[in-house]
């Protein structure tokens, strides 16, 4: 079946330009996850949904960063006034629902890679 | 504090040489999952396997196993016979609690490159 996609696959912006990214987890997962790598490094938490419930935003670095999951499926993460140290790419993640406890294993998009000059 | 450390930034390895990456974690829960992901150049974060706290049993899957021991907070990753193919990003990861769709912790990963 279809995994996650994210999009757009690459984004440039300026600095201060306003950015929004695309997660379409797959169907049917209950969760959505969001996370930001740098260039070397390993991906870090940014905010998670179950349904359209934000029930953890600990992970975004700013007020700047802001998620929705509006309908408990698409999910978009919006940052503005971007700086470059918000280059990185930002990977969504999905987890489904199993045996009426929520499963820990989470399936990954592809990834934005966002690029702030 | 949780914490995942992968000491390994790089290795290289011949095509056909076993080679493991080490994975040692910290955590203050008793219940708590850990994960192996590859990230080929394509970027995709690949799945490979997800253990338990209480399951301290070896696995292996073809090529690939997974030494998990509680008494030195490690999980390694041997890959067996390694191929170009294997050539990738590995991250190791933890998840705390009891259930629930908790966030990842990764470690920094380890870059394997398999010579042809």
């Known amino acids: 079946g279809a995994g996650v996609s994210q999009s757009p696959r690459y984004k440039v912006a300026k600095r201060g330009q306003d950015v929004a990214l695309r997660c379409d987890p797959i169907?049917?997962?209950?969760?959505l996850f969001w996370y930001q790598q740098a260039l070397g490094q390993g991906p870090e938490f940014l905010t998670y949904?179950?349904?359209?419930?934000?029930?953890?935003k600990s992970g975004l670095p700013s007020d700047r960063f802001f998620a929705e999951r509006p309908e408990g499926s698409v999910s978009t993460l919006k940052i503005q006034r971007t700086q470059q140290e918000d280059s990185a790419v930002y990977l969504c993640?999905?987890?489904?629902?199993?045996?009426?406890?929520?499963?820990?294993?989470?399936?990954f998009g592809p990834g934005t890679r966002l690029t702030v000059l | 504090a949780q914490k995942v450390t992968q000491a390994q930034t790089e290795i290289s390895v011949v095509e056909k040489e076993d080679v493991t990456l080490d994975c040692v974690y910290e955590?203050?829960?008793?219940?708590?999952?850990l994960f192996w992901y590859k990230q080929p150049p394509s970027g995709e974060l690949v799945f490979l396997i997800r253990?338990?706290?209480?399951?301290?049993q070896n696995e292996i899957s073809g090529r690939y196993s997974w030494n998990f021991q509680k008494s030195t907070s490690s999980f390694n990753f041997t890959i067996t016979a390694s191929q170009v193919v294997d050539s990738a990003v590995y991250f190791c990861?933890?998840?705390?609690?009891?259930?629930?769709?908790?966030?990842?912790?990764f470690g920094t990963g380890t870059r394997l490159t398999v010579i042809p």
């Open positions: 993640a999905s987890s489904p629902w199993t045996s009426g406890r929520a499963s820990d294993t989470q399936y």
């Open positions: 169907s049917g997962h209950v969760s």
């Open positions: 949904f179950q349904n359209e419930a934000q029930l953890d």
């Open positions: 955590t203050r829960d008793t219940t708590y999952y």
């Open positions: 253990r338990n706290s209480f399951d301290e």
């Open positions: 990861a933890l998840s705390e609690g009891s259930g629930g769709a908790n966030n990842l912790f």
